[in-house]
């Protein structure tokens, strides 16, 4: 029986630094924290359902869109809470993630990936149609905006709260299921589990956590939610969070999380890279050199140094 | 020796033609017939009509050129490349630069393709070969690093604004009874199906085109009668390039501006038109490119589901409600092969 204390007590230091770094950091600098935080529950989601059952997916930001409007509209037209419409965005995205998840039963590896794709570029096409319901071009602004270290606060409490409940869904039995269904589909039904459930539970479940990351994401925008924000690269900045953090690691996330969450904006900062699109290139071989060198992420690489140290 | 060996080529060689070929039913060839049928007639009817029609075969081709890249990177390792269509845009800017450096736009032309061709192949070789037995995943992820990557790399290099290209077939405007066609879509057309025909000669009548698909589809066996199999795997992804680069050459000029999102929905209208052909089947590719880009050009001028209207906006999900009801009703394709799935 392996001990928990020592993942207890390295909790209890994440959770410690990142409580004080709004009394140290710069309000540019708490923002970007507000970045990593945002992604780390994107790159989460994306997590249960690549990692943990081995669906992948490149059409995250399209979760991200439909729960970034969903608090944007809200707010605009009945002034809704915007703790309130972010439990909203995570029920609507966990049901459009179920709907999603229905035809990707039949679907799996490439051809999972085509439709991802394909629906992280649709989306955010749609406010363009709807206009005059989802402000088209112009975006939807909400009611109220908040201020950065709100945005802070809320994100890395709903960053606590969902990396909880992700650790309690994956401990017990649906986790369990999930990894059957993730190493062997014939040996998961032969031992009795239900694909369909567990496959479309796990999209929904991931499709509300980019529902939740959205919603933060729009108010850490100032409230503003417009298509371009939700251009497919934000689909790729969270699947190479996820390969970066290496998938079916949880502690991993974290570090996935802030590298795509910080590398823009640290690269920006050196000269000839901070230039332009430099970062772009930064982050495109960064991953690839990742998935060519460490093929299971940091993850894989916390648990190789670990076995060195134990050898 | 060599007539062993030549015999077990030609038995290779029948037995690709048998899994290469065909898988088109009757079904199918009656309802792309009747497709055939409504277009010719309703081009007839209607100038409108008609000129949507040939502009949608011609933005097709486009399609379809793409869509065989993904087919052919597809059927040789497996994966669908995600960064096929920056590829096809990367390709146009090297184009686009070498006009600039004063080549004629011909000299531009082959000269980009010979590059794209070394371009594909060294990706394969450099950054897909080392992931590829891992998982697809694996593989997917990559490919959309170097998505990430070379959109960096040409914003980079050239800046994000408009870039414009000498037009390749001027503006000349042909009349056919009424109806008025550029000389533009009929170049587009010819000269992705003419690469099309090429690729697809080079894989029916030569000894590499036969290993690259022994390699692709047995690839055991063709080790064994002496295909280099990793070879012809890389050469597949370069020709793959190639096609792409057609792709993006001749949709350039349909845009009439080059931009680093020059591909991005038509690499969706690719996938579509991939998937409905069958994501293994290298004719469906181009038959599914011509459909898709027929449709959506019809679809916007005529389109509406009750009273709502499709417009441009919903191309992409269109094509995107495309892909997922063929893969839910007919997973295989027009003229896909049924996968076979234990469980």
Sequence with gaps: MRSRIPALVSIAVVAAVISSLPFVLSDYNVSLVTQVGIFFIAVLGLDILTGYTGQISIGHGAFMCIGGYTTAVMSRDHNTNLIVTMLMAFAICFVVGLLVGLPALRLSGAYLALVTFALAVSVPLLPLKWSSFLGGRNGVQTSQTVSNLWVYVVAWTASAILFVLAWLILRGRVGRAFRAVRDSEIAAVASGIELPVYKTLAFGISAAYAGVAGSLFVLANNGFAAPDEFAIFLSLQILIGAAVAGLGSLWGVLVGAAFVGLLPSVSSGVPVIGSAHGQDVVFGAAVILVMLVLPDGVAGLIARLRGMTRA | ?343
């Design chain 2, 1 to 343: 020796m060599a007539t062993a060996e030549s015999s077990r080529l030609e038995s290779l060689r029948n037995r690709g033609a048998a899994l290469g070929g065909g898988g088109g039913t009757p079904i199918v060839i009656v309802i792309l017939v009747g497709v055939a049928i409504f277009l010719l007639v309703g081009s007839l009817r209607s100038v409108t009509f008609a000129q949507l029609t040939v502009q949608g075969l011609a933005l097709g081709a486009v399609y379809g050129s793409l869509a065989l890249a993904l087919v052919l990177v597809y059927r040789a390792t497996r994966v669908v490349n995600f960064a096929q269509g920056e590829l096809a845009m990367l390709t146009t800017y090297i184009a686009y630069q070498l006009i600039k450096w004063g080549l004629s736009y011909w000299e531009a032309f082959f000269a980009t393709l010979a590059i794209a061709l070394v371009l594909g192949i060294v990706l394969e070789l450099a950054l897909i070969r080392p992931v590829l037995h891992r998982s697809v995943i694996a593989a997917v992820i990559v490919t959309v690093g170097l998505f990430v990557l070379i959109d960096g790399v040409v914003n980079w290099i050239w800046g994000g604004d408009f870039k414009f290209m000498p037009s390749p077939f001027g503006t000349k405007i042909y009349h056919v009874g009424g109806v008025s066609i550029a000389r533009l879509y009929v170049g587009m057309f010819v000269v992705v199906i003419i690469s099309v025909l090429l690729v697809w000669a080079l894989f029916r009548f030569t000894k590499l085109g036969l290993g690259m698909r022994a390699a692709a589809l047995r690839p055991a066996e063709a080790a064994f009668v002496g295909v280099r199999v990793e070879w012809m795997l890389a050469i597949g992804w370069g020709l793959a390039a190639l096609l792409g680069a057609v792709a993006g050459l001749m949709a350039e000029p349909s845009q009439f501006t080059l931009e680093p999102t020059l591909m991005q929905p038509i690499l969706v209208y690719a996938f579509a038109a991939a998937v409905l052909g069958g994501l293994d089947s290298p004719a469906g590719a181009v038959i599914g490119g011509l459909l898709i880009g027929v449709s959506l050009n019809l679809v916007v001028q005529y389109g509406h589901i009750g009273p709502l209207k499709i417009t441009s906006e919903l191309q992409t999900p269109a094509a995107f409600a495309v892909i997922v009801a063929v893969l839910l009703f007919k997973p295989s394709g027009l003229f896909g092969h049924q996968e076979v799935r234990r469980v």
